[in-house]
């Protein structure tokens, strides 16, 4: 599973590569039920969701700020600098979030 994780990290990585470090942004509506901390304890990952439109996505000692936006089952990352987007499809099961890209899984817990 920490295949996985890295990989969906990598992906979300992708967004800042030469870039730095984006902040700010709007949210959508519908995804009132991400807000808050996640993490997948095994691959040392954690992702915090808030009202504003801004999570925070970090593995280890590194992190990054992006802005996101929810259209049904997607959640579409952007980072704000280069604008570049990466969409991700999520499903919610109790306090467990499942995030899916490119045909490949990673499930956080809620942890706040």
Do not use: H, Q
């Not at 969409?87 to 109790?94: F, N, Q, R, T």
């Amino acid at each position: 599973m920490r295949a996985t994780g890295v990989a969906v990290l990598a992906l979300c990585l992708l967004l800042v590569v030469g870039a730095g470090l984006g902040v700010g942004g709007c949210g959508g509506d519908d995804g009132a039920a991400l807000i808050g901390r996640w993490a997948n304890e095994d691959a040392g990952e954690s992702i915090e969701f808030r009202p504003d439109g801004s999570v925070t996505i970090s593995s280890g000692e590194s992190a990054m700020e992006l802005t996101y936006r929810t259209d049904g089952d997607t959640i579409r990352l952007k980072e704000e600098k280069s604008g570049e987007t990466k969409a991700l499809v999520y499903s919610l099961d109790g306090d467990s979030l499942t995030l899916t890209a490119d045909g490949r899984s990673m499930t956080y817990d809620r942890t706040e």
